[in-house]
């Protein structure tokens, strides 16, 4: 007779603490024109972006809620609170000067070691804002930028900022993308000059502190030809009972022979609803690697999209999701070949447990030009319990025929004679089960920062490790 | 009238237009235009048929409820065998102009078999007669149509081979829509050809109810010109240590469409449920567009299921080779496009049905 696991839900503590602002200032709950022109006031936006924004919020108005994905019925935007700015909050470049309630909730999760030890340079949001920015000295002298967006709408950079904001991604893309582009707030704008090759990633990583709130930065990231960098997106929230909302969004310009990795771990908590929104556009010869690990939200609708437009262009996207208990995470990506003799490289993990939904959803799409274009695909899910749940839903659309595609997926469970062999070798059935599903998870933390690997690998473990009975 | 037919399990991004397809303007079926386009049928003695107003076996689609618009009230053939039966039920149509209609079930009895081949043919219809065919009077052209509904139930430890040959001409809208259920060892091949058509849709839902029933399905499908082909294959997997196998062949040159939706949906319970799908697609030229959406829905953790897909076109090397031997291009496809047909056809258990499609190809 098989022997039933139970696997107990993750222990959160590393993520779920908050401190209570009584002093922040927020807009109110809900969402109207009143409430953007607030926040365009705060933010001191140009003209443009003002009426960007109540653009955007007509067509936020106008758009229906996608009926494809999981259930969003629980976000109700009436109740949400669309912008937070912490109390007398200014962005700084030293840690020293962060208001100590944020820099202790940073401390924790490790962001200004990590800082330290490895990155060129660091991006902290809380809530609607950015409290911290930093680049080290040396990859500023190549000419690297890497500031907060709104810094510059103002700067130097403002033409270029319009030139790109929300081309990618216009508000008419999806209902949050529209939300997106009328409350957007916070977010990094970085600017690799042509040639630099950024030896050491930079991060930006989004604390959601207040509950009921929502947090809609905007990356913007343009590589310009021949460049080079690595970027690593980090988000955390405590758990709260109301509903939080992410509606990010990321641009990414990827210019000719240049190259960009993107990583993300994302760890929201679990009543987030997750809805961003994510995109490349990679020029002749360049390439977008993604790299992404989804652990937290409650609902995900999750999607890098890259769109190859050059010749010889490249996408690789390496992903794994890991859906617990109240958490339906509808992950994937979508590839859009353009160019000539474009290539693209999906490789998924799903995992599922403790009556979790993981699904992953896909689109591979082969323009009619794009003759000479491969696409691979490999997805592969992993059923850990008899609760939970895991759809795969890859879809491809070929348009012309001097192209080479190849799909597979595979579905199934932990294997008992796998078990069984390593618990014959003095392995605990739940140290064997974990064992397990971080090898299946390798595609991702071998693609990731040593650090960062090593963060996921405890985060399953965190993950699997729970009672057996 | 317009339908929305072949409608996935689970939807995803609209901007795909992968989701189900709307057909416009169609026509419903009316019983007193009578059943020419029946041209025979051959009942083996062990097989008994009988005719009926309405269908009795009751189950669902791949295509939908929304066909029934345009089957109406079209007679229902029922098919039956109870003990094994070696010769085959053949069905020739030979559509006509107009709206054509059938429906059809076929029932197997425990540990009986039966094999059915339906023959979808269609007599060439007078040059550019549809051009000015308004059958439903709103002022536009109306293609002819023609639909055939077969609903299937396997009891425990039975055994159905349903063969259909597609090789209709243009200027016809065809349905093609397979729906039935299986007890305990039931066993379900559907082995279908398409080899000639202009507008088709196919649907096929397979309910593996019993323990141990058993779905195999063999698709070939070579398309020209601007054909269409749209297609929702939906295996439901219920009863435990199920098994399912898809295997769709194509080849696709000039300019036609094809949209292949197949979903194998592991219902929590199927425990020990294997399901597999594949599809292998030859791409000729340039101007086809091929759609692919390999769905696998698991509620269940003690499961296999997989799919593939390979789509491209020849390779090079294979393509150099052969042109080295002096076979022209075209000659290349012709031996591509058998060689897929004869490998499905080559999987059909009687010889003389073998012969039967191989003369008729």
């Not at chain 1, 759809?391 to 579905?411: L, Q, S, V, Y």
Request: aromatic content about 8%; overall charge negative.
């Amino acid at each position: 007779m098989k022997e039933k696991t139970i696997v107990e839900d993750i222990d959160r503590s590393l993520y779920d603490f908050r401190f209570e602002q009584k002093d922040a200032y927020r807009v109110q709950e809900g969402l109207t024109a009143d409430i953007v022109r607030q926040i365009s006031q705060e933010k001191n936006d140009p003209q443009w972006m003002t009426d960007f924004r109540l653009k955007s919020l007509e067509t936020y108005n106008q758009m229906e809620v996608p009926q494809w994905g999981p259930s969003i019925e629980g976000l109700n935007m009436d109740n949400i609170v669309t912008y937070v700015r912490p109390k007398d909050n200014k962005m700084v470049k030293d840690w020293d000067e962060v208001p100590t309630d944020i820099k202790d909730t940073f401390e924790r999760l490790g962001i200004p070691q990590a800082e330290r030890k490895s990155l060129a340079g660091v991006g902290a949001q809380f809530d609607s804002e950015l409290v911290y920015h930093n680049v080290r000295d040396e990859v500023a002298a190549q000419g690297v930028v890497y500031t907060d967006l709104e810094s510059a709408l103002h700067g130097e950079y403002a033409d270029m900022i319009q030139e790109h904001f929300m081309k990618l991604v216009p508000p008419t893309d999806h209902k949050f993308a529209a939300l997106h582009g009328a409350v957007w707030s916070g977010g990094s704008f970085v600017y690799v000059p042509l040639g630099v090759k950024v030896e050491i990633p930079l991060q930006s990583y989004f604390r959601l502190n207040e509950p009921g709130a929502g947090q809609f930065e905007h990356t913007l990231i343009i590589v310009d030809e021949g460049a080079d960098l690595h970027f690593i997106e980090g988000c955390s929230a405590p758990k709260y009972n109301v509903a939080n909302l992410h509606a990010g969004c990321v641009e990414l310009f990827v210019g000719k022979n240049a190259k960009l990795r993107y990583s993300t771990i994302e760890n929201w908590s679990k009543n987030m609803y997750n809805l961003n929104t994510k995109r490349a556009r990679v020029e002749e010869g360049g390439k977008i690697e993604w790299i992404s690990g989804s652990f937290g939200s409650h609902v995900s609708y999750l999607y890098p999209m890259s769109i190859l437009k050059g010749d010889n262009s490249r996408c690789e996207f390496t992903s794994v999701t890991f859906a617990g208990r109240g958490q339906n995470l509808d992950t994937g990506t979508k590839v859009v070949h353009v160019g000539k003799d474009t290539s693209s490289y999906i490789n998924t993990r799903s995992i599922s447990k403790d009556g979790g939904i993981s699904t992953f959803r896909s689109a591979v799409v082969i323009g009619e030009k794009a003759n000479g274009s491969k696409s691979a695909v490999s997805c592969e899910s992993l059923m850990v319990d008899g609760i939970s749940r895991s759809d795969t839903i890859p879809a491809m659309d070929i348009r012309c025929d001097d192209c080479d595609i190849g799909h597979e997926a595979k579905i199934g469970r932990i294997s008992d004679d796998t078990v069984f062999y390593l618990m014959s070798r003095g392995m605990s059935e739940e140290d064997a089960r974990a064992l397990i599903v971080s090898g299946f998870a390798d595609n991702v933390s071998k693609e990731l920062p040593l650090e960062y690997a090593v963060e996921m690998n405890n985060l399953i473990n965190l993950e699997m490790k729970g009672s057996i009975g | 009238m317009d339908i929305q037919i072949n409608k996935i399990p689970s939807p995803t991004w609209n901007w795909l237009q992968m989701n189900e397809v709307k057909v416009e303007n169609v026509q419903t079926y009316n019983k007193q235009n009578g059943e020419a386009y029946i041209s025979k049928i051959e009942t083996p003695n062990a097989v008994n048929h009988t005719v009926e107003d309405e269908f009795d076996v009751d189950a669902a689609t791949g295509m939908g409820d929304e066909v029934a618009n345009i089957l109406g009230d079209a007679t229902v053939h029922t098919f039956a065998a109870d003990r094994a039966v070696n010769e085959p039920v053949v069905i020739e149509y030979k559509f006509l102009q107009g709206v054509s209609a059938s429906r059809v079930q076929l029932k197997v009895s425990s540990n009986a078999e039966m094999i059915v081949v339906q023959d979808f043919a269609s007599v060439l219809l007078e040059q550019g007669s549809n051009e000015s065919d308004d059958v439903t009077g709103d002022g536009q052209n109306d293609k002819s149509e023609a639909a055939v509904e077969t609903r299937y139930d396997i009891a425990a430890g039975g055994h159905l081979t349903l063969i259909q040959v597609q090789h209709l001409k243009k200027d016809l809208r065809f349905y093609n829509n397979i729906g039935g259920n299986q007890e305990a060892e039931g066993g379900f091949t559907l082995i279908q050809l398409v080899v000639g058509g202009d507008e088709s849709y196919y649907g096929c839902f397979a309910g593996l109810q019993g323990h141990k029933s058993t779905f195999e399905n063999r698709i070939a499908y070579l398309l020209s010109g601007t054909d269409k082909l749209d297609m929702n294959y939906d295996i439901d997997h219920t009863g435990t240590k199920t098994v399912s196998d898809v295997l769709v062949s194509g080849v696709m040159r000039d300019a036609p469409k094809k949209l292949f939706r197949g979903t194998i949906d592991f219902h929590r319970g199927c425990a020990g449920a294997k399901g597999s799908e594949l599809e292998d697609v030859l791409l000729m030229d340039e101007a086809v567009r091929n759609q692919t959406i390999p769905v696998i829905l698991c509620d269940e953790e003690d499961v296999e299921g997989s799919h593939g897909a390979s789509i491209g076109k020849l390779d090079e090397k294979m393509m150099f080779y052969m042109k080295s031997r002096g076979i022209p291009e075209e000659g290349i496809y012709e031996m591509m496009a058998k060689a897929k047909i004869d490998s499905i056809v080559n999987e059909i258990p009687l010889e003389s049905v073998r012969r039967y499609i191989k003369d008729l190809l």
